[in-house]
């Protein structure tokens, strides 16, 4: 699960490097199109929403790690021990 979170935050960053490269490419053109400010209101949209879910994310993986941690302790003393017994 940390390894998905992990991902996730990286494939986040990720998409919004390209829709910034995006958005600066479309704002390059000498003449826009009709419907070039759509698009980078959409895509300006996408990032404001993407980096919130990010920040949520941050907020709720900072609650996830220590009990993740605690729980692989346990199950790891469990382990040993039970490995001992046999």
């Given at each position: ?9 990286l494939?986040?960053k ?73």
């Amino acid at each position: 699960m940390l390894r998905e979170i992990e991902e996730i935050k990286l494939q986040s960053k990720q998409e919004i490097k390209e829709l910034r490269q995006r958005i600066q490419a479309l704002r390059s053109y000498p003449f826009m199109r009709w419907d070039t400010k759509a698009a980078i209101k959409k895509a300006e949209e996408k990032i404001e929403m993407i980096q919130q879910l990010l920040v949520k994310l941050e907020a709720l993986a900072e609650q996830v790690y220590p009990v993740v941690k605690d729980l692989k302790t346990i199950i790891g003393v469990k382990k040993v021990n039970s490995g001992k017994n046999k």
